[in-house]
C-alpha cells in the first residue's frame, strides 16, 4: 500500500478523537461522530464575507441553503452550488461550512451550499430531488442570489459528487439548466465493489469499504445495483454532452477508481474532463488544507479549474 502522505494526520487524529461518538453505528451516533469531526476540522469563515441562511422551493421539500458572497461590490458574480459530503447519511451546512466559504474565497463566485435530505430517513430520490431542484432554482432566479444565470458550477465531494454528476446528467436529459462546469471530489460514482481499489484501500482511516457499502444500502435500500444513471452515474448509458469536469481521487480511498473510471467514461464520449489523484492522500484531504501545504495545494486546484471555467464567461 502507498503511504499516507503526513497531511492527513490530521484527518486520522481527528477522526480517533471523534470515534466514540459513531461506536453503534447508528445513523444518529454517526452524525455525533461526523458533527465532532468535521467541528475538530473547520475554520471561521473569513470576516469579510457575506453569509445568510435561506431556504428554497423543491417540489415536495424546502431545501435549506446557505449563500456565500466574497467581498468586492454587488455585480452579479459566477455561481457555484456546493453539494457536501457524507455517505448520503451525515453532513450539513455546518459540517461543510469551510469547504463552501473556501470555495467562495477561492474562486470569487457566489457559492450556494445544499443542505439536501438524508438516508435512512430520505431514501433516493430525495437527495438528487433536493440538488437537482437547488440548481434549477437558483438558475432561475439570479436576481435573487446576485449571480449571472450563464457561469453555474456543480461541486461535490463523496456523496455530493455523485448528487452533482447526477444532476448534470439530469440537466442534458431534461434541456437544462445550464452548467458551465463540475467539480466532483473523490465521488461516489457506483462503481461495483470488486474494482481493486475497493481491496486495496478496504480499510482506510477515514472511509472504509464496509462502510461505503452500509451507505449506499440505506441510498438505496434493496436495490443497491440500480442502473438509475440518477442514483449511480457510471451506470448511464450516454456520457456524451456533458459539462466540463474536474475529477479529484485521493490515491488511498475505497472509491478512488470510482473517479478513475467515471473520467475516462466521459472522456472517451469526448468531453472535456481533467483528472488528479492526490497521491498519498485519503478521502477527505480537502479539510486538511488549514494545516497542511500540500493538502492546500490540491484544495487551490480545484479552485483554479472552478475559476477558469466560471471567470471566462465575464
Not at 20 to 35: C, K
Not at 123 to 131: E, I, M
Not at 227 to 253: M, N
Request: glycine letters at 10%; charged letters at 20%; one cysteine or more.
Amino acid at each position: 500500500m502507498a503511504t499516507i502522505h503526513p497531511d492527513m494526520q490530521v484527518l486520522i487524529e481527528a477522526s480517533d478523537a471523534a470515534v466514540e461518538e459513531g461506536a453503534d453505528h447508528s445513523p444518529a451516533s454517526s452524525r455525533r461522530f461526523w458533527t465532532a469531526y468535521t467541528q475538530t476540522l473547520g475554520r471561521p469563515c473569513p470576516d469579510d464575507m457575506a453569509v445568510h441562511d435561506d431556504v428554497i422551493p423543491n417540489a415536495d421539500n424546502q431545501v435549506a441553503v446557505r449563500v456565500y458572497r466574497p467581498a468586492g461590490g454587488d455585480a452579479p458574480r459566477a455561481c457555484i452550488i456546493y453539494v457536501h459530503g457524507g455517505g448520503f447519511v451525515v453532513g450539513d451546512l455546518d459540517s461543510s461550512d469551510a469547504i463552501a466559504w473556501g470555495f467562495a474565497q477561492g474562486t470569487g463566485a457566489v457559492v450556494v451550499g445544499v443542505n439536501y435530505r438524508k438516508t435512512p430517513e430520505h431514501p433516493y430520490p430525495a437527495a438528487f430531488n433536493d440538488t437537482y431542484g437547488a440548481l434549477a432554482y437558483v438558475a432561475g432566479h439570479p436576481d435573487q442570489f446576485g449571480i449571472n444565470p450563464d457561469r453555474i458550477a456543480l461541486a461535490g465531494d463523496s456523496a455530493g459528487g455523485c448528487l452533482s454528476t447526477a444532476a448534470c446528467i439530469a440537466t442534458r436529459d431534461r434541456g437544462g439548466p445550464k452548467v458551465a462546469a463540475q467539480a466532483l471530489i473523490y465521488p461516489v460514482a457506483g462503481l461495483d465493489i470488486n474494482h481493486p481499489s475497493y481491496v486495496e484501500h478496504a480499510e482506510t482511516p477515514t472511509l472504509t469499504t464496509a462502510g461505503m457499502i452500509e451507505c449506499l444500502e440505506l441510498y438505496l435500500p434493496g436495490n443497491r445495483q440500480t442502473d438509475d444513471p440518477y442514483a449511480l452515474p457510471v451506470k448511464a448509458t450516454d456520457f456524451s454532452g456533458l459539462p466540463p469536469a474536474w475529477i479529484h481521487s485521493a490515491e488511498i480511498d475505497p472509491i478512488r477508481d470510482d473517479g478513475r473510471v467515471y473520467a475516462s467514461k466521459l472522456a472517451l464520449a469526448g468531453n472535456n474532463v481533467t483528472y488528479r489523484e492526490a497521491r498519498g492522500m485519503i478521502h477527505g484531504f480537502m479539510r486538511a488544507r488549514f494545516t497542511g501545504t500540500a493538502a492546500r495545494a490540491e484544495f487551490e486546484a480545484i479552485c483554479g479549474f472552478l475559476g477558469l471555467h466560471l471567470n471566462d464567461r465575464q
